[in-house]
C-alpha cells in the first residue's frame, strides 16, 4: 500500500459517517496487539487550542531525550500529517504502512460485526497512529481527541496527564447544548490518581467541573500559568497560553519519571515550534497570513493577536464559513478589524455560499468594501491586491480554506 491508496481507502470509509462508541476501537487494538498500552500518554481536549497544545508539549518532551509521538487532527494536505514522531510528520511509506496494518485488523472486527457496526475512519487512523508510535519506540504520545472525549475513540488510553485547553458551544449537536454539559464530556478523559491542566482562562461552569472531576479521580489540578516566561516562535497571545498549558503538561509528565522540566529544553521548543494553519504568515508584500479560526472562540483568540501584528496596516480579510458555525458571531468578531472583506468558499458541500457570507457582512453594518470571489486561491489574490504591498491579507473562517490554499495547485482534496 502507497500513501495515494491509504488516502483512498480512509476517504472511502469517510461514507459511513461517525460513530460514537470505544467497544469497536478496543476490539481494533486488541487485533492489533493492544499498542496504547505500550507507551504512556498526554490526553489533549477542548474547544479551541488541541492541535497547538499538543505539538507543543510533545517538542517539549522530545527536547527532555524522549522519544515523542504526536496525534493530531484535523490535517491540511495529507492524512500522514497527523502522525508525528519526534517533531517530524511521518513519512508516506510509514503512515501507509500503518494504515494497512490497521485495515488488516479491522477486516476481523468487521467480520463479526454487524453492516452499520464497522471500524470508521477516526478509529482506523487513531488505531493506525497507536500502532506506528509503539513499533517506533515511542516513550510517550501527546494525543488530541476528535470531538468531545467520552466516546472519542482516543480514549482508550490510560494516560498518566489530560489537559483541558478550554471550552466553548460547538458540536452541541453531539456532545450537549451547554458549557457544562460539553465540559463533562471532555472531562471523561481523565483517569484515576492522574494529572489535569486546566488553562487560566477556562468558562467558570467548565472550571468548576474540572475541580469536581478532579476530586472525585483523585486526580491533581493544575492550573496553567498566563504566560509561559520564554520567547515562542509561534505568533499570537493565545500561542503563548498554549504554550504556557504545553509546558505545565510537560512538566507533569516528567514528574511522573520523577524528573524535572529543563528550561533550556523548553526554551528550545519554544524557539522552533510553529504550528501549520495557525497564525501563519506565508508571504510578504503584503503580510499574508492564514488562520483556521473556525469558531467564535476561535475568531476571539485571531482578533486578540491581530493589532500586534496589523499595527495599523490595511488589512483585508478573506472569509470563508462552513453552514454549521455560529457565522454572525464570528463575523461580529473579526469584521472590526477589517479594512475591506473578500467572501469566497472553501471545497467542501457544508461551505456557506460566498453571496450570503456578504449579505451578513452588510446586515452586520461592515462599513468597508465587501466582495465575493468563488474560489479561494483567486480570493487570496484579490485580497493581497485590495491590501497593497504595505498591508495585510489574511484568510480565515475554516481550516478548509486554509487547506485549500496551502495544498498545491491542481492537487486534489484529502477530506478533512
Known amino acids: 500500500m502507497e500513501l495515494r491508496d491509504a ?17 469497536r476501537m478496543r476490539r481494533l487494538l486488541t487485533a ?63 503512515f501507509a504502512a500503518a494504515i494497512q496494518r490497521a485495515a488488516t485488523a479491522a477486516d476481523k472486527v468487521n467480520r463479526t460485526a454487524a453492516p452499520d457496526d464497522h471500524v470508521t475512519q477516526f ?50 449537536r453531539w456532545l450537549g447544548p451547554t458549557i457544562s454539559a460539553i465540559a463533562t464530556e471532555k472531562l471523561d478523559v481523565v483517569e484515576p490518581d492522574s494529572t489535569l491542566v486546566i ?26 500559568t498566563d504566560d ?12 503563548r ?29 519554544a524557539a522552533s515550534t510553529l504550528v501549520p494553519g495557525r497564525f501563519e504568515v506565508v508571504a510578504q508584500r503584503p503580510d499574508t497570513v492564514l488562520d483556521g479560526a473556525h469558531n467564535p472562540g476561535g475568531l476571539e483568540a485571531l482578533a486578540e493577536a491581530l493589532p500586534e501584528f496589523v499595527g495599523g496596516r490595511r488589512l483585508v480579510a478573506v472569509l470563508a464559513v462552513l453552514d ?35 449579505s451578513l457582512c452588510d446586515q452586520l453594518g461592515f462599513a468597508g468594501e465587501v466582495e465575493i470571489v468563488g474560489e479561494g486561491r483567486a480570493a487570496l489574490a484579490r485580497a493581497r491586491d485590495l491590501a497593497g504591498p504595505d498591508g495585510v491579507a489574511l484568510a480565515t473562517g475554516s481550516i478548509y480554506l486554509i487547506a485549500d490554499l496551502l495544498r498545491p495547485a491542481g492537487a486534489a482534496r484529502s477530506t478533512l
Open 32 to 94: 492489533l496487539g493492544s499498542p496504547q498500552e505500550q507507551f504512556g500518554a498526554v490526553h489533549v481536549v477542548g474547544t479551541n487550542g488541541k492541535s497547538s497544545t499538543v505539538r507543543m508539549t510533545a517538542a517539549i518532551l522530545h527536547r527532555h531525550g524522549l522519544r515523542t509521538g504526536a496525534y493530531l487532527s484535523p490535517h491540511l494536505v495529507t492524512f500522514a500529517e497527523r502522525v508525528r514522531v519526534d517533531d517530524e510528520d511521518v513519512t508516506g511509506a510509514e
Open 7 to 23: 488516502e483512498r481507502l480512509l476517504l472511502s470509509l469517510e461514507l459511513f459517517g461517525m460513530r460514537f462508541g470505544l467497544d
Open 123 to 172: 478509529e482506523l487512523l487513531t488505531a493506525a497512529a497507536f500502532d506506528h508510535f509503539a513499533r517506533a519506540g515511542c516513550d510517550v504520545a501527546v494525543v488530541e481527541a476528535g470531538l468531545g472525549g467520552r466516546y472519542d475513540a482516543t480514549n482508550v488510553l490510560q494516560s498518566q496527564v489530560a489537559v483541558l485547553t478550554n471550552v466553548g458551544l460547538e458540536h452541541t
Open 241 to 269: 497560553l498554549n504554550f504556557a498549558e504545553a509546558t505545565a503538561a510537560a512538566r507533569a509528565y516528567l514528574a511522573t519519571l520523577g524528573r524535572d522540566l529543563d528550561d533550556a529544553a523548553v526554551r528550545a521548543a
Open 324 to 358: 454549521d458555525k455560529d457565522t454572525a458571531g464570528m463575523l461580529r468578531t473579526i469584521l472590526p478589524h477589517c479594512d475591506a472583506v473578500v467572501t469566497t468558499r472553501a471545497q467542501t458541500p457544508r461551505a456557506l455560499p460566498p453571496a450570503t457570507l456578504a
Open 199 to 224: 488553562g487560566r482562562e477556562l468558562h467558570p461552569d467548565a472550571r468548576a467541573l474540572a475541580e469536581a472531576t478532579a476530586r472525585e479521580r483523585g486526580a491533581t489540578l493544575v492550573e496553567a
Open 228 to 239: 509561559p516566561g520564554v520567547e515562542i516562535l509561534a505568533r499570537g497571545a493565545f500561542q
